[in-house]
Every structure is written in structure tokens, then in C-alpha cells.
């Protein structure tokens, strides 16, 4: 897997199940304000993607550019779970691993449900937009 600023192959690569939405913010109050932070797992998360992504050969200069992105979610047990938790920190997590500069460059997010797979499994395919499809 490589990457580069142009964009024109699909980059395709594996992270682990990230932490779910209720985890993976937390509130605090800090000198009488309230604030919302990434929690202890969602720090972890973003380590742990930005390894994954190395160790699978992930060598990014930011993509630019409209991307198309598909997640497959390979849950880790029969437990009731809704897809639309899954890409907020995905999403975030590859944009602070500098795979592109901003997710707002998404105009396609996909996300399907795959078989059951120990600890879970998350398959990414990033691949930019064609000029026909903007």
C-alpha cells in the first residue's frame, strides 16, 4: 500500500475495531467549563491505526483531492451494533495519520457489514473521484 498526493490507485488496508462512539469522547470540566476530549481509547485508537498503516506499508504525502472511501466492518461478536458509529473515529484517526489533509475531502462514504471476526476488523479502500463523478 502506498500513497500519494494524486490519488489515482486505490489504497486498501486493515485496522483494528475502534473504540465506540460513547468511549471514545469524554467531558470533563476544566476550571468551570465544560469541554469535550479524546479519551485514553480514542488516543490509544489513533496510535494504534497510524501503526497499522506503517506496518502494512501505508507512506503517505496527504492525498488531496474528492475521495471515495468504503469500510467494511468485520464486527467481533453477534452483538447488535450500528454502522453509523463506526466512521468518526476512523475518519479521524486517518486524518491525524496524515492519509489525506482534511476528511471533508469524502464525497462517497460506504459502509457494510462483513462476518463476525475475532477482536473485529475494519478493511479501508480509499480511491479518488473521477472528474465525471464531481
Not at 490509544?44 to 497499522?52: D, L, S
Not at 504525502?61 to 472511501?69: A, I
Not at 475475532?118 to 463523478?133: A, D, F, N
Request: aromatic share 6%; with cysteine; net charge positive.
Amino acid at each position: 500500500m502506498s500513497g500519494n498526493s494524486s490519488a489515482t490507485e486505490c489504497l486498501k488496508f486493515d485496522l483494528p475495531w475502534p473504540p465506540s462512539v460513547n468511549t471514545y469522547w469524554r467531558h470533563v470540566v476544566m476550571k468551570g467549563r465544560s469541554t469535550t476530549m479524546l479519551s485514553k481509547a480514542g488516543r490509544e485508537f489513533r496510535k494504534t491505526a497510524a501503526g497499522e498503516l506503517l506496518a502494512q506499508g501505508g507512506v503517505f504525502t496527504e492525498l488531496t483531492g474528492r475521495l471515495r472511501v468504503h469500510l467494511q466492518a468485520f464486527p467481533p461478536d453477534r452483538r447488535k451494533r450500528d454502522l453509523d458509529n463506526l466512521p468518526k473515529s476512523v475518519l479521524d484517526a486517518l486524518t491525524h495519520a496524515k492519509v489525506w489533509l482534511d476528511d471533508s475531502q469524502i464525497d462517497d462514504l460506504r459502509i457494510t457489514r462483513g462476518h463476525i471476526v475475532k477482536r473485529g476488523l475494519l478493511r479501508v479502500t480509499i480511491s479518488p473521484m473521477t472528474s465525471e463523478e464531481l
